[in-house]
């Protein structure tokens, strides 16, 4: 987590210019692992200056050799240590902006009191009028209670704040849907479902994130079933669809049949569930789960109900035993557990051009360069390795999607199409182990998913709306 790879802070000072010159400082700075690269003097006095020191660090470790012996020297007094992310939260990341300016009465009159009213009864004869007379028509709510914040944990709702604050910068500037980060003070399921049903007149859709399992699933199942709204739990769902789109490719490479492959999937929450839905969806016949108990096996007793539906819709064999029984003869790993259960034998006992999926984060089942020789292609859920498994690729194109069709759901068969449109941005010939997925930063990749997102909707007729493109406004 401490991977600072030569950023800086901003170490701010006030130094006392009778006990102490300035060179001092730097060269303390310059002893315990930091390189100076801008000094600004804040403010002048009789007696003291205040600076920003700006310093470049390679670890956390620097940074606290660094604080300790600055607080040690006599003479300077340390105001506050930030850096870059930390200053670029300031505030929060996101705002509201005016579509149209209010520059007279007149205007006044019409974005409020008196003429609104004539918007409202408009709305009220019609429901639907929502979807054009107000933000509803491209507009998310990105909900979460904080309990399950991707390498953190259960933090609670403020701490979570920051991680939806970035979600909903991805949502516009990718795709263009308006979002806003909604972050729970309760973890009671009831609760937190009365609430989104409660909010959920001024969205067009709703995106759950960060929520532990098994909480979530009945929270999306009963929200899906209860809202007319798409409702998306994207740990789930989101890295489903990328997986799928990674697997799509790498199966391209080592010529084998999606039909014919056997796939062990370790870790069985959310991510695992939703990953094995869209595969058995997808048409993988072999897919066996494994968790801390080993094989999830039909008729067994698991403290998870999921598991149940897991165990008996999956397994066909009844493989019994841990992951290094049951990944013998295997084409495929996909891991979303924890660092290191992944061995090198492992691999080795699987079967000829293993395709290896190791997606836990900060640390994969296995690092990659472990198993670069025997492995065929390798993913991870990392951005310093090729082939990351980023929920990036997906949630904006499918919430512009289902937006622009006013889709009551997105089902199985929206997620599938989502995952075959990631997967052609890359042209077969430019396939390779290296390459199976594109970046997050492809311009294609919003447009493609959204335009399948639409088919697959209009297909299933869960749309209400069919774009002009597709022969009806």
């Known amino acids: 987590m401490n991977n600072f790879g030569g950023k800086s802070i901003i170490l701010r000072l006030e130094l006392y210019t009778e006990q102490i010159n ?13 390189d ?17 020191i700006t310093v470049t660090v390679s670890d956390q470790k620097h940074i606290e050799q660094i604080v300790i012996a600055i607080k040690n020297l006599v003479g300077v007094r340390l105001i506050h240590v930030s850096d870059r992310t930390f200053l670029l939260h300031l505030g929060g990341k996101i705002e509201t902006k005016l579509k149209v300016p209010i520059q007279n009465r007149e205007d006044l009159s019409r974005v409020y009191t008196p003429d609104v009213a004539r918007v409202c009864m408009a709305i009220h004869e019609k429901q639907e009028n929502a979807y054009n007379l107000t933000i509803k028509r491209n507009t998310v709510a990105v909900v979460s209670d904080g309990s399950a914040v991707l390498g953190l944990g259960n933090i609670g709702p403020y701490s979570a704040m920051p991680v939806m604050e970035g979600k909903s910068m991805l949502f516009k500037q990718f795709a263009d849907v308006d979002s806003f980060p909604i972050c729970l003070n309760t973890q009671n399921v009831e609760e937190i479902i009365a609430t989104i049903k409660h909010i959920s007149p001024a969205f067009g859709g709703i995106n ?7 909480r979530c699933f009945e929270i999306e199942e009963r929200l899906r079933n209860e809202l007319d709204i798409p409702v998306f739990h994207d740990d789930q769902h989101g890295t489903a669809v990328v997986l799928f789109a990674g697997l799509i490719n790498a199966l391209k490479i080592v010529g084998k049949s999606i039909s014919d492959v056997k796939v062990v999937v370790c870790g069985i929450g959310a991510a695992g569930i939703a990953c094995t839905k869209i595969l058995l969806a997808a048409g993988v016949k072999e897919i066996i789960g494994v968790d801390r108990e080993g094989a999830l096996v039909e008729g ?3 403290e998870n109900p999921m598991w149940e539906w897991y165990a008996k819709h999956t397994n066909r064999n009844l493989s019994l035993g841990s992951l290094h029984d049951v990944i013998e003869g295997a084409d495929v790993f996909i891991g979303l557990s924890r660092g290191g259960v992944l061995k090198r034998e492992d691999v080795q006992k699987m079967a000829l051009q293993p395709i290896v999926f190791c997606m836990a984060n900060p640390t994969p089942e296995i690092l ?3 198993i670069e020789d025997i492995a065929a292609v390798i993913a991870t859920g990392r951005s310093d390795y090729p082939n990351q498994i980023n929920n990036v690729l997906c949630f904006p194109g499918i919430f512009r999607g289902a937006l ?6 997105i089902n199985e068969e929206m997620k599938l199409a989502a995952a075959q449109a990631i997967a052609s941005v890359i042209p077969d010939k430019a396939l390779n182990k290296l390459y199976i997925i594109p970046s997050v930063f492809n311009q294609d990749v919003v447009k493609l998913i959204r335009d399948s997102v639409i088919k697959a909707a209009i297909q299933t007729g869960v749309a209400r709306r069919i774009p002009k493109e597709y022969g009806k406004a």
């Not at 300035?22 to 930091?34: A, C, L």
């Not at 100076?36 to 920003?52: H, K, L, N, P, Y």
């Not at 622009?404 to 759901?409: G, I, K, L, P, V």
């Open 404 to 409: 622009d069709c006013r889709a009551t759901t």
């Open 368 to 370: 990659p360069e472990e």
């Open 22 to 34: 300035f060179g001092q400082v730097i060269t303390v700075i310059n002893e315990n692992g930091g």
């Open 300 to 302: 067994g007793k698991f």
């Open 36 to 52: 100076v690269i801008a000094i600004d003097v804040i403010q002048m006095g009789e007696d003291s200056t205040i600076r920003d």
């Open 208 to 214: 759950l994130e960060d929520i532990s399992s098994p």
